[in-house]
C-alpha cells in the first residue's frame, strides 16, 4: 500500500481528514469513485439561462454587494448585468464577497438559477475569473462524497497526483473475457472515472468498474453454489411438536403464504439434503416468525440455531420476542441469548462458554457471532437477516460454524458440509435479478401482507408543501407518536443541492420547538454512537428522527407512525418502499410523505407509483423498467448499497453479462487453478477479505 504522505501537499491533518472518508492508502483513493459528475458548460447571457438548471454566465457587478443579516445568519447580495440583462446572486454565510467582489469586475458566475416574482436570482454562485473558467469549459468535472474540511477539489487534486505519480492499478481479466464483452483495460477504466476524457470514455469506464464488482460477487456466489449442490444433511430433523404449540400460542394465524413457505423449511430440514433458501418479503410481511419457527424446530431435535442480524438494536428486540414465545408455550427462555459487540468482556466469556457447551440453543447476534472466539456445540441452523448488508463472505463464514465440535470428516473421509442456511430479505428485487445474485439459494417470495395490517397512506409532493408536512408531524408526535424524517446527504455540499441531516435536524429543533425531542442518524457516526441512537428512538426517547437511508433496516418501532422522505426523486423506487417499511409496523394508521425536490415533469409522475402500490414485487419490477440508462451526471444513490458503482436495475445488462462470464469461467476451471486466470483467484481472495473486514465489528 502507498501512503498518502507520499503525494504533494498532503500532511498529517489532510491524512486525517481522508481517513474519515475511509481512504487510508492512495490504493483507497483511486478507489473512492465520484457520486456525480459536472458538466462545465460555455457561458450563456442571462436571459437564456433556463430556470430550475446549473447555468454559467458571464456578467458585471454593478454595485458593492449588500449584507443582511438575520440574527446569527448573514446573506450576500450582488447585482450582475451581462449588459443587457440584470441577475440577483445570493451567498448564504459569506459575508467576506462583499470586499472582494468590487463594481465593474467582469467574471463568470455558475449556479443554478431560479425565478422570483420579476427577478431572476442565482444561488449561493461559484466565481471564476474568465481564464479560470476557460480551463474547466466543456469538461467533466467529478463530484465526490465530501466529510467537513474536504471539497470536492481537493479529492480532484490529489487523485490527479495520485495518477501522474505512476500508481498502477493491475489488470487481472484475461483478455477472452475483455474482448468478449469490449471492456476496457482497468488502468484506464480508473482514470476516466475520474478524469473523463469524453461522454464516452466515462461510460466505459463505468461499464468495466461496474462490470468487475458484479463478476467478483458472482463467482463468489457460484462457487458456493457448486459446493452446496447436492449437499447431505448434516443434521436432519424430525417434526415435533413445538412449532405447532407456539402458532398455537399466537394471537393471529399465519398467512396462506407464511404457511406456504413453512411447509417448504420443514420440508428441507427433514429432507436428505441441506438447506440453502432465501425468504423474499416485504417489511411487514411475516419472515421472522418463519425463522423463529424454523429455530424452534432446531431446539425441538437437539440442536442449536443461529439468527444473524444488522444492528445490536434488533438484536436485541428479536432476542426478547423470541425468549417471549418459548417462555408462552413452557420452554425454558434462557435457552436463548443474544450476541452483540456492546456486551462487556466477562459478558462475552460467559456467553461464549453457555454456547460452546450447548447450554445456548438459540442464538441472536450480529456480526460478533462469526468472530474466531464464539464456538457452537453442534450448530444446526443459520438464519442472516437482510442478507445484502452481510454479503456471501459473511454468510459462508457463519455456516463455517457448523460443525467446528464434530469431526472434521465422516467414516468415508469426506468433508462434513455446514448448517442449513436459511436468508431472509425485505428488499424487493424482481425474481428475475434475485435469481442472479442469489443463485446458491432456492428462492420463496412472500407476497402477502398480515390482514391486521393497515395499508400506509402516502402523498407526492413538491417543496411548497412542508409547512403543512411540519404542522402534521407536530400534531402525530403530539398524540404520542414518533416520526422519521430521511434526507440524502449528511452534510451541506455546495457541489450538490440536497438536503442534509445536519442541518435538517438543527432546523426542526428550532420547527418543533422544545418539547418535540429530535435526533440524527447517519452512517459516518461511529458504530456505538449509530447504535445509541437507534436505541433511543425505539426506547421511546426520541420523537422525531432525521436519518439518512441507513435507517433502511436494523429497528423495529410500531410506534413511528410517519416518514418524510426530502428529495425522493434522488431514490429507486424500491429504495424508497424499503424506507416506507420503516412505518406500518403497529396498529395505528401510518404515512409517508415524499417530498420532490425537482421540477422535472416525469418526477412526480414516476414517484407516483408508489402512492397507487405497497407491494414490494411490483415496484421493483416498475423501477426496473423505468431505471433505463439513469443519468450519467447524477449523484449516487446514498446510503448503504450492495456496490460501490452497480446498480442491479440500471445496470441489468451489465449485471447479466457478469453472470454469464463468471459461470462460463467456472465451468472452464472450477477451480481457478490455470495460470492465467490466477490474478482472478488472488482477486476474489482479495475481495473476499476486503468484505469480511468491511463487515467486523467496530
Not at 456486551?343 to 462469526?370: D, F, N, P, W
Not at 469431526?407 to 436459511?422: F, K, N, T
Not at 449485471?655 to 482472478?680: G, T, W
Request: net charge neutral; aromatic share 6%; proline share 5%.
Amino acid at each position: 500500500m502507498h501512503s498518502l504522505r507520499d503525494l504533494k501537499g498532503i500532511g498529517e491533518k489532510t491524512e486525517k481528514l481522508f481517513e474519515k472518508l475511509g481512504i487510508f492508502s492512495q490504493e483507497d483513493l483511486l478507489r473512492y469513485y465520484p457520486c456525480g459528475y459536472e458538466y462545465y458548460k460555455e457561458p450563456v447571457p442571462i436571459r437564456d439561462a433556463v430556470p430550475g438548471e446549473v447555468s454559467a454566465v458571464e456578467a458585471s457587478i454593478l454595485r458593492t454587494p449588500s449584507v443582511r443579516t438575520f440574527g446569527n445568519r448573514s446573506i450576500t447580495i450582488a447585482m450582475l448585468s451581462d449588459g443587457r440583462d440584470q441577475l440577483q446572486a445570493d451567498w448564504f454565510h459569506m459575508p467576506y464577497l462583499r470586499t472582494r467582489l468590487r463594481p465593474g469586475m467582469r467574471l463568470v458566475f455558475r449556479g443554478r438559477i431560479v425565478e422570483k416574482g420579476n427577478r431572476r436570482v442565482m444561488g449561493h454562485p461559484k466565481v471564476f475569473t474568465p481564464a479560470e473558467y476557460g480551463e474547466v469549459e466543456g469538461r467533466l468535472l467529478p463530484v465526490y462524497p465530501l466529510t467537513a474540511g474536504i471539497t470536492s477539489q481537493l479529492i480532484r487534486k490529489t487523485v490527479g497526483a495520485c495518477l501522474a505519480s505512476g500508481l498502477s492499478v493491475p489488470e487481472y481479466l484475461p483478455e477472452e473475457i475483455r474482448s468478449a464483452q469490449k471492456l476496457p483495460e482497468i488502468g484506464g477504466a480508473v482514470r476516466n472515472i475520474h478524469f473523463p476524457e469524453s461522454e464516452q470514455k466515462l461510460q466505459e469506464a463505468r461499464r468495466r468498474l461496474v462490470f468487475d464488482e458484479f463478476f467478483l460477487l458472482l463467482l463468489g456466489v457460484a462457487r458456493m453454489r457448486s459446493q452446496n449442490i447436492r449437499s447431505a444433511n448434516p443434521f436432519p430433523m424430525k417434526r415435533g411438536a413445538l412449532p405447532e404449540r407456539i402458532l398455537a400460542s399466537l394471537p393471529y394465524r399465519l398467512t396462506d403464504g407464511q404457511q406456504r413457505i413453512l411447509a417448504e423449511i420443514q420440508e428441507d430440514l427433514e429432507s436428505e439434503h441441506r438447506m440453502h433458501r432465501m425468504i423474499q418479503g416485504d417489511v411487514g410481511s411475516g419472515k421472522t416468525i418463519l425463522a423463529f419457527l424454523a429455530m424452534a424446530e432446531a431446539y425441538e431435535n437437539g440442536y442449536q440455531s443461529a439468527l444473524m442480524v444488522p444492528t445490536e438494536v434488533l438484536a436485541h428486540q428479536h432476542d426478547q420476542a423470541l425468549r417471549g414465545l418459548m417462555e408462552r408455550v413452557g420452554e425454558d427462555p434462557d435457552c436463548c441469548a443474544y450476541l452483540t459487540g456492546s456486551l462487556t468482556q466477562k459478558e462475552k466469556r460467559v456467553l461464549y462458554g453457555r454456547i460452546e457447551s450447548g447450554e445456548v440453543r438459540m442464538v441472536v447476534g450480529t456480526h460478533a457471532l462469526i468472530q474466531e472466539r464464539v464456538h457452537f456445540k453442534n450448530l444446526a441452523l443459520v438464519i442472516t437477516d437482510e442478507q445484502h448488508r452481510f454479503g456471501v463472505r459473511q454468510r459462508e463464514m457463519l455456516g463455517q460454524k457448523g460443525g467446528e465440535n464434530l469431526s472434521e470428516a465422516d467414516d468415508s473421509g469426506e468433508e462434513l458440509p455446514g448448517p442449513h442456511v436459511l436468508v431472509m430479505s425485505a428488499t424487493p428485487i424482481p425474481r428475475t435479478l434475485a435469481l442472479i445474485l442469489y443463485g446458491d439459494l432456492d428462492l420463496s417470495a412472500l407476497r402477502e401482507m398480515p390482514a391486521d395490517r393497515l395499508r400506509i397512506k402516502n402523498a407526492v409532493v413538491d417543496r411548497s408543501f412542508r409547512p403543512a408536512a411540519y404542522r402534521f408531524l407536530k400534531k402525530e408526535i403530539g398524540e404520542g407518536h414518533q416520526a422519521y424524517i430521511i434526507c440524502p446527504m449528511v452534510e451541506e455540499n455546495d457541489e450538490t443541492d440536497a438536503e442534509n441531516v445536519t442541518d435538517y435536524a438543527a432546523k426542526m429543533k428550532k420547527e418543533m420547538g422544545p418539547e418535540v425531542r429530535v435526533g440524527k442518524l447517519h452512517g459516518r457516526m461511529k458504530p456505538a454512537e449509530k447504535e445509541r441512537i437507534m436505541r433511543e428512538f425505539a426506547e421511546g426517547k426520541i420523537d422525531l428522527l432525521v436519518s439518512t437511508t441507513v435507517i433502511e433496516v436494523g429497528v423495529n418501532v410500531p410506534n413511528a407512525t410517519v416518514m418524510m422522505v426530502e428529495n425522493a426523486e434522488r431514490f429507486g423506487l424500491a429504495q424508497l418502499h424499503q424506507l416506507r417499511g420503516r412505518v406500518g409496523r403497529g396498529s395505528a394508521q401510518s404515512y409517508c410523505i415524499f417530498v420532490s425536490g425537482s421540477s422535472g415533469r416525469t418526477i412526480p409522475k414516476r414517484l407516483e407509483i408508489l402512492g397507487r402500490s405497497n407491494d414490494g414485487f411490483e415496484i421493483a419490477e416498475e423501477d426496473l423498467r423505468l431505471r433505463g440508462p439513469g443519468d450519467l451526471f447524477g449523484v449516487r444513490q446514498s446510503g448503504e448499497a450492495l456496490f460501490e458503482l452497480g446498480d442491479i436495475y440500471r445496470d441489468q445488462d451489465v449485471l447479466q453479462a457478469a453472470d454469464r462470464e463468471s459461470k462460463a469461467l467456472l465451468a472452464r476451471d472450477p477451480d481457478l487453478s490455470d495460470i492465467k486466470y490466477l490474478r482472478i483467484k488472488e482477486h476474489l481472495e482479495a475481495y473476499a477479505r476486503h468484505q469480511n473486514a468491511d463487515n467486523q465489528p467496530k
